[in-house]
């Protein structure tokens, strides 16, 4: 019943590792995932750790260009630049957010659209919506990949996803409208939050409140995504980390849900070490 997100990402890294050296054999390099990190935002810090880990742990080359919370916007894009230039560098990945001097639009349109790994040039988005090949983005990527593990069948379902942000909510009503489920994408001035998501055959929280979506708004035999990823503090004063879903009450009524931590964290991750390997080989197979 609990989809697995941390068993299911460590499987296919362990596939992705065994493809290292025999995409060495045949292409003489091993793929390059290229880190750029702005300023000390613990949290940023903590996600790039994790990045930076698996794709040691696949056995792939990884850098981590790390510049002071002062560098400029100029600077930022010329590191880009570079690396869109650099023949050892397939994946480029700038963690989100930057400080506010920097305008994210420009920094993410600089990086080239074969090596944005993390699926979030326009480029890269007008084609997911077109329908043509594209780099997906990480989450959305994961999510699916998730939902299809637990055996929960996406044509003909009624799909409701509980927040519509660039990164995740609107690209994963993409991802399941291709599948042929019939997608609602509900937010913040959604009339009837409950009214929907109790129709949800399947049902992904996205919202960043801690446990806001309560068993009584799920629909019994519901495969629910738990994307949230919220720190909280627990009335004895220790933190605790906790998803946008009421876990322990869900889990009574879904058929399949996903944890927090362990569920689409872990997945996310590994989908950025599958994009990087997809971008190398389209690379290796232009040359
Ligand atoms: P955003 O803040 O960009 O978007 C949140 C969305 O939730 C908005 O569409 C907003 O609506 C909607 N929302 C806010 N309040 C309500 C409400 N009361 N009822 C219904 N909808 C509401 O968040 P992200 O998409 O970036 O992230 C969402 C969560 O997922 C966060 O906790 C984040 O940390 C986590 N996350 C986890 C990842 C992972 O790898 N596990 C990756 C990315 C994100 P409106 O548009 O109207 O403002």
Not at 207 to 224: H, L, S
Request: proline fraction near 6%; aromatic fraction near 2%.
């Amino acid at each position: 019943m609990i989809i697995d997100g941390k068993a299911l990402a460590l499987s296919l890294k362990e596939e992705m590792k065994k493809q290292m050296p025999l995409l060495k054999g045949k292409y003489g390099r091993i793929p390059c995932l290229s880190v750029i990190i702005v300023g000390d935002n613990p949290a940023s810090r903590s996600y790039v750790k994790g990045k930076i880990k698996a794709a040691e742990f696949v056995g792939m080359e990884s850098r981590l260009i790390e510049l002071p919370e002062s560098v400029s916007e100029a600077e930022l894009i010329a590191h880009i630049r570079e690396l869109n230039e650099d023949n050892a560098t397939d994946g480029i990945l700038v963690q989100l957010p930057l400080p506010e001097h920097i305008d994210e639009d420009k920094v993410i349109d600089a990086i080239a659209l074969e090596k944005d790994v993390d699926g979030f040039h326009p480029g890269n988005v007008a084609n997911l919506w077109l329908g043509r090949k594209c780099i997906l983005p990480c989450t959305p990527k994961g999510i699916i990949r998730m939902i299809e593990s637990s055996g929960t069948r996406i044509a003909g379902s009624k799909a409701v996803i509980v927040g519509r942000s660039n990164i995740v909510g609107k690209p994963v009503a993409k991802l399941l409208l291709d599948r042929n489920a019939t997608v609602t994408l509900a937010h913040s001035k959604t009339a009837d939050l409950k009214k929907e998501t109790l129709q949800a055959d399947i049902l992904i929280a996205a919202v960043g409140r801690p446990e806001m979506i309560t068993a009584d708004m799920i629909k019994p035999g519901a495969t629910v995504i738990d994307v949230g990823i919220n720190r909280i503090v627990l009335p004895d004063g220790s933190p605790k980390l906790v998803g946008d879903v009421k876990f322990d009450e869900a889990l009574e009524v879904a058929e399949h849900i996903s944890p927090v931590p362990g569920g689409v964290g872990p997945m996310t991750i590994t989908m950025l070490m599958e994009n990087t390997i997809e971008c190398f080989l389209a690379r290796m197979e232009k040359r």
